[in-house]
């Protein structure tokens, strides 16, 4: 006996599929198969001397590198912010939430041109800096400080909806039973948030790898340096070598397509490791 079809409770199911494959047929896979063509145009050993030559290791050492740590600083700060944001009022909360929002806003050529004003030898953080043997703008730093400038709205905005449906009640009620803060936050708040957590470290990092337009002024884009991935592929096209351009696009493209997926697989066990079932 066959087994009948299986209903859905929103009609236009297929339809809605066959839309959304179109969709993404049109943006995402069409022009990263073009990619792809352009980069099969390179003989094996042409493809392995583009994507391993010195330069090209050393923008992606330093892109990954920049950007795993402003993810994880944006981690930490951006817990703290989404943190005061949902449990306390004051006064300027609402021009803190907006500030929040200000890289989703602000062009990141402007943002990269702000913070290289502000952290250059004469500029207002740069020049106390220096005094104290710390050089910020044109150097690996400068770069980390850019990527966790534009990434910290993408923790901020994944947690804090998860602190607002939590109840302040529970927090009280360990500290009425003893628990210390630390063990509160271990053992109350940490599972209830870290799939958001780690779901906004997922963004930013995914956001700091392919960013360009803030990294370009406060990098110096010095070879071997403070030369990111992003800008190596701009110069490779401005010198039209578009073959070796998307070689290495392609390289940064898979890398950081199986560093998401090991995320997201890590998210999916986190969900099932930390979920609350009825009668546990």
């Given at each position: 006996m066959s087994t009948p079809a299986r209903r859905h409770v929103l009609p236009g199911f297929r339809l809605s599929l066959g839309f959304t494959w179109a969709y993404v047929g049109l943006l995402v896979l069409i022009p990263l198969s073009s990619l792809f063509l352009k980069t099969f145009s390179l003989t094996w050993p042409q493809f392995w001397e583009t994507?391993?030559?010195p330069r090209a290791l050393a923008a992606y050492r330093l892109s990954f590198s920049a950007s795993l740590v402003a993810a994880l600083v944006n981690v930490v700060f951006g817990l703290l912010v989404a943190w005061v944001l949902v449990r306390y009022r004051f006064p300027g909360r609402s021009l803190v939430e907006s500030l929040v929002d200000?890289?989703?806003a602000?062009?990141?050529a402007v943002a990269g041109l702000t913070l290289t004003t502000l952290f250059s030898s004469k500029g207002w953080y740069g020049h106390h800096l220096e005094a104290l043997g710390v050089k910020v703008a044109y150097t690996s730093v400068g770069i980390a400080v850019a990527l966790t400038f534009i990434g910290l709205p993408f923790v901020v905005r994944t947690v804090?909806?998860?602190?607002?449906e939590l109840d302040a009640d529970v927090e009280e009620a360990a500290a009425t039973l003893g628990a210390t803060p630390w063990q509160t936050f271990t053992r109350v708040l940490f599972p209830a948030i870290y799939p958001a957590l780690l779901s906004g470290f997922t963004l930013a990092f995914a956001r700091a790898l392919g960013e360009y337009g803030s990294v370009v002024f406060i990098s110096g884009n010095m070879p071997l340096r403070t030369e990111i991935v992003p800008l190596l592929i701009v110069t490779k096209l401005e010198?039209?070598?578009y073959a070796g351009a998307t070689a290495i696009a392609v390289v940064m493209l898979v890398t950081s397509f199986l560093l998401l997926l090991v995320v997201n697989l890590l998210q999916r066990w986190s969900h099932r490791r930390f979920e609350v079932r009825p009668g546990a």
């Open positions: 994507v391993t030559a200000l890289p989703f602000l062009p990141t804090q909806p998860v602190l607002e010198q039209y070598d």
